[in-house]
């Protein structure tokens, strides 16, 4: 009994197993129709693909070629155009030798009483480009009257401003001289008598030795005194010179020859450029205004005097005041 039961439990099994592999090819062949479609699908789409690809292919091909046709149409076209052009030119000179040729045609044939029709229209119609091209011409001609005129009238105005620059400049020259003239007479005055201090042309020269002890760019007491007189007489006369007149005094330091041996000084120039800040500065200290000053230093390079005697080197050892423009 125990056998024929456990018979029939492996025999009810079955079933379950068949139906189980039948599920499992089903959805095996499911799947696998799925693939295929999917491949068919894919298949179509790039097919479509690949014509559209190959019809925008001929399309490019087409456009290129109607490109290329368009470009010999307008190298034609501009060929043409040069042509015409070169026609026209011949055109014009031919009807201004007709024009010459029909004006003694035309005498000949009044003269003669002989002309036909047709060679009354051809004079007519020459007759009228003629008269065309005389109203261009006499366009051309005005406006080019036009152009010379205002040319001219601008030449006229830019001289006028020239000479009117010219004038003003002249102007203030004459004034600076006018103020640099009465600067000299009251430095002049000032000055007078006094040893070490000469006019040099258009320059007060002032010996070192009267502003500086020997080797040095301090102002001596005597120095100091004679400076700040100069800067009250300076100050007096710019406050007369108007404002728009450029003017400067000058301050010029000047050295001899001779080698110099100090710290502060190594060459003549640092002396001669030391010296004459100095002169500036105390100026500016007195109230002259800054713009109108300026320092230079030539060094031992503007001898007055060319010896090597002690005096000819005094003399060379100077500061010099000069009044002038900018």
Same mark, same amino acid.
């Given at each position: 009994m125990r056998r024929r039961g456990a018979r029939s439990n492996g025999l009810d099994a079955w079933p379950g197993y068949v139906d189980a592999l039948s599920t499992l090819l089903m959805v095996i062949i499911f799947v696998l129709l799925v693939f295929v479609l999917a491949q068919a699908f894919l298949s179509v789409t790039l097919s479509g693909r690949t014509s559209a690809l190959d019809r925008l292919s001929r399309e490019m091909a087409q456009l290129n070629q109607l490109l290329s046709l368009e470009k010999g149409r307008s190298h034609a076209l501009e060929l043409s155009v040069a042509t015409l052009r070169a026609e026209h030119a011949r055109d014009v000179d031919t009807a201004s030798t007709l024009s010459a040729a029909v004006a003694? *045609?035309? @005498?000949?044939?009044? +003269?003669?009483?002989?002309?036909? $029709?047709? $060679?009354?229209g051809q004079v007519t119609l020459l007759n009228q480009q003629l008269a065309?091209?005389?109203?261009?011409?006499?366009?051309?001609?005005? $406006?080019l009257d036009l152009s010379q005129a205002a040319v001219k009238e601008? *030449?006229?105005?830019?001289? *006028?401003?020239?000479?009117?620059?010219? @004038?003003?400049? +002249? *102007?203030?020259?004459?004034?600076?001289k006018r103020y640099r003239s009465e600067f000299f007479g009251r430095l002049s005055k000032l000055l007078a008598g006094r040893p070490g201090i000469r006019v040099v042309g258009d320059r007060f020269v002032f010996q070192s030795e009267v502003l500086f002890p020997i080797g040095s760019a301090e102002l001596s007491p005597a120095g100091r005194e004679q400076m700040t007189q100069l800067a009250h007489t300076l100050k007096g006369i +710019? $406050?007369?010179?108007?404002?728009?007149?450029?003017?400067?005094l000058r301050v010029d330091g000047h050295a001899d020859r001779q080698p110099i041996a100090h710290s502060a000084f190594p060459t003549n120039w640092e002396l001669s450029a030391a010296r004459a800040i100095t002169v500036v500065k105390l100026l500016i200290a007195e109230g002259v205004k800054p713009q109108n000053l300026a320092a230079t230093a030539f060094s031992q390079f503007q001898p007055l005097d060319a010896g090597d005697s002690p005096d000819a080197?005094?003399?060379?050892r100077r500061i010099e005041l000069r009044l002038t423009d900018r």
């Amino acid at each position: 009994m125990r056998r024929r039961g456990a018979r029939s439990n492996g025999l009810d099994a079955w079933p379950g197993y068949v139906d189980a592999l039948s599920t499992l090819l089903m959805v095996i062949i499911f799947v696998l129709l799925v693939f295929v479609l999917a491949q068919a699908f894919l298949s179509v789409t790039l097919s479509g693909r690949t014509s559209a690809l190959d019809r925008l292919s001929r399309e490019m091909a087409q456009l290129n070629q109607l490109l290329s046709l368009e470009k010999g149409r307008s190298h034609a076209l501009e060929l043409s155009v040069a042509t015409l052009r070169a026609e026209h030119a011949r055109d014009v000179d031919t009807a201004s030798t007709l024009s010459a040729a029909v004006a003694g *045609d035309a @005498l000949k044939l009044s +003269a003669e009483n002989k002309l036909t $029709a047709d $060679a009354q229209g051809q004079v007519t119609l020459l007759n009228q480009q003629l008269a065309e091209l005389q109203k261009q011409l006499t366009a051309i001609a005005q $406006a080019l009257d036009l152009s010379q005129a205002a040319v001219k009238e601008r *030449d006229t105005r830019i001289t *006028d401003l020239g000479n009117k620059l010219n @004038l003003a400049l +002249a *102007d203030k020259v004459e004034e600076l001289k006018r103020y640099r003239s009465e600067f000299f007479g009251r430095l002049s005055k000032l000055l007078a008598g006094r040893p070490g201090i000469r006019v040099v042309g258009d320059r007060f020269v002032f010996q070192s030795e009267v502003l500086f002890p020997i080797g040095s760019a301090e102002l001596s007491p005597a120095g100091r005194e004679q400076m700040t007189q100069l800067a009250h007489t300076l100050k007096g006369i +710019a $406050a007369e010179i108007p404002p728009d007149l450029p003017w400067i005094l000058r301050v010029d330091g000047h050295a001899d020859r001779q080698p110099i041996a100090h710290s502060a000084f190594p060459t003549n120039w640092e002396l001669s450029a030391a010296r004459a800040i100095t002169v500036v500065k105390l100026l500016i200290a007195e109230g002259v205004k800054p713009q109108n000053l300026a320092a230079t230093a030539f060094s031992q390079f503007q001898p007055l005097d060319a010896g090597d005697s002690p005096d000819a080197f005094a003399r060379n050892r100077r500061i010099e005041l000069r009044l002038t423009d900018r």
